[in-house]
């Protein structure tokens, strides 16, 4: 894709930096990006839509003093990087000040950063996205019980990103990914039921055949039919690995910087303590081999590394970027993200719970009886308190198997409690940004009938 540009990457950064310093800018920071990427729709065995994107554009953030602005665009001309420079100081000039703004100081930044494999497959041919997704509905409608997939779709893309920043710091990362993904729909007696399967992987030897993909998602669907209600009990809870992810979600949050420096997170006075359970492990781990939030520096050019935010139970730190630091008169940490070119926000690479000791059936057959949790609606969570509910679909078990499956359920409990009864089971798989194994919860409130 570099091929494209008459002037590299880099030295249009180095220039759009260096006007803005001219035209009266303290600092600036920016990057410039380019993505392309092919998607294809099947239906009813056919190739039903083809869609190819290609995008460029150029982000700058010009800081004068304690005042902060950002614009973006797409045009590289030379004339249009100077207006660019130029509008950006006179808005950066005109807003309030924040007193938390700035730069990273150059001594914090990460020197020689490595170098990460992040590359998929390239461009994947139109016939092999197409063959895959029609092979992946296929199977799914070879499913006894499934009455049509509602979409499935292939596809792939890839994108490169160059940053730079007037202390000096500038990075280059590159790369690709692939997607399938399909619903699938199950009917009897005139009631219908979906679920799904989707994998988006950096190379396609990294994820199964499109068969099972396929056949997955049409077996998870026909399991779902003939739904019933639950009584409403305090029960345990066991989330799927599937839904177990969101509930590391509402962690993260409760450990943002800006969050804890505005007071609103039921956490913000537990750094140091014991908030899971003993044993309880939560890694973030930028370098983690083929996964998909991998990066080798923060959004202000920090050093990243592989970091333990809960340890052996005990919540070891916040997420900081260089505003919440120095509003919590702490040191950043390397957790921001987007930045160079927008102010930026925090975030995490490649976040999982480790995997504890015991499958899920075993877990199940110890509890007894409860609720299995597959599917979620609409999350509810008060960021002070942590009190939650959600809506839920599943399956009930007792004496450790699945009994039938269950909908319109809602479960609810407070995340504080929550976190300090989790148990994770032994089945950890890696997906996506944030991976978890299935999760149980004893003593939730289970509303049904």
């Known amino acids: 894709m570099t091929s494209s540009f008459n002037t590299p990457p880099a030295d249009i950064l180095e220039k759009l930096i260096d006007r803005c310093l001219k035209a009266g800018a303290t600092d600036a920071d920016c990057s410039l990006g380019v993505s392309e990427g092919v998607s294809v729709d099947v239906r009813d065995g056919?190739?039903?839509?083809?869609?190819?994107?290609?995008?460029?554009?150029?982000?700058?953030?010009?800081?004068?003093?304690?005042?902060?602005?950002?614009?973006?665009?797409?045009?590289?001309?030379?004339?249009?990087?100077?207006?660019?420079?130029?509008?950006?100081?006179?808005?950066?000039?005109a807003v309030p000040e924040d007193k938390y703004a700035g730069l990273a100081p150059a001594e914090l930044l990460a020197k020689d950063p490595p170098e990460l494999d992040l590359e998929g497959d390239g461009e994947i041919p139109l016939e092999r996205?197409?063959?895959?997704?029609?092979?992946?509905?296929?199977a799914a409608l070879g499913v006894e019980g499934v009455k049509t997939v509602a979409g499935?779709?292939?596809?792939?893309?890839?994108?490169?990103?160059?940053?730079?920043?007037?202390?000096?710091?500038a990075s280059y990362l590159s790369g690709g990914s692939t997607g399938l993904g399909l619903a699938a729909v199950a009917e009897r007696d005139g009631a219908m039921e979906r679920d799904h399967d989707s994998w988006t992987v950096r190379k396609m030897a990294d994820r199964p055949g499109p068969d099972e993909i396929g056949r997955t998602a049409g077996e998870r669907a026909v399991a779902r039919l003939g739904p019933r209600k639950v009584k409403t009990q305090k029960g345990v809870v066991l989330y799927d690995k599937r839904v177990a992810p969101s509930l590391i979600g509402a962690f993260l949050g409760a450990i943002s910087g800006p969050s804890v420096a505005r007071g609103v997170s039921f956490l913000k006075d537990r750094l140091g303590e014991k908030v899971f359970a003993p044993g309880i492990n939560i890694v973030d781990d930028p370098f983690l081999e083929k996964a998909l939030g991998c990066r080798n520096h923060d959004g202000e050019g920090l050093p990243v590394e592989r970091?333990?935010?809960?340890?052996?139970?005990?919540?070891?730190?916040?997420?900081?970027?260089?505003?919440?630091?120095?509003?919590?008169?702490?040191?950043?940490?390397?957790?921001?993200s987007g930045g160079f070119g927008n102010p930026p926000g925090v975030g995490t690479s490649n976040v999982h719970i480790e995997a504890g000791e015991k499958s899920p059936a075993m877990l199940m057959k110890e509890a007894g009886k409860g609720l299995l949790v597959t599917d979620m609606f609409g999350p509810s969570i008060n960021p002070n308190t942590g009190d939650y509910s959600v809506g839920v679909a599943g399956f009930w078990f007792e004496d450790g198997a699945v009994q039938y499956p269950v909908s319109e359920v809602t479960i609810a409990g407070d995340l504080p409690s929550m976190f300090a009864r989790l148990i994770p089971a032994s089945d950890l798989e890696f997906r996506g940004r944030r991976n978890s194994p299935s999760l149980l919860i004893e003593d939730m409130s289970i509303a049904g009938n």
């Open 129 to 138: 996205l197409e063959s895959d997704a029609v092979a992946a509905e296929a």
């Open 152 to 169: 499935c779709g292939n596809g792939w893309s890839r994108s490169e990103r160059w940053v730079a920043a007037s202390n000096g710091f």
């Open 46 to 93: 056919k190739l039903e839509n083809v869609e190819r994107s290609e995008a460029q554009g150029i982000s700058l953030r010009v800081l004068f003093g304690q005042r902060q602005a950002h614009v973006s665009g797409s045009d590289l001309s030379d004339e249009a990087i100077t207006a660019m420079a130029e509008r950006c100081v006179a808005m950066a000039k």
């Open 307 to 336: 970091k333990l935010l809960i340890e052996d139970g005990v919540l070891t730190r916040w997420l900081l970027n260089m505003s919440a630091a120095r509003q919590l008169g702490l040191d950043p940490n390397g957790f921001a």
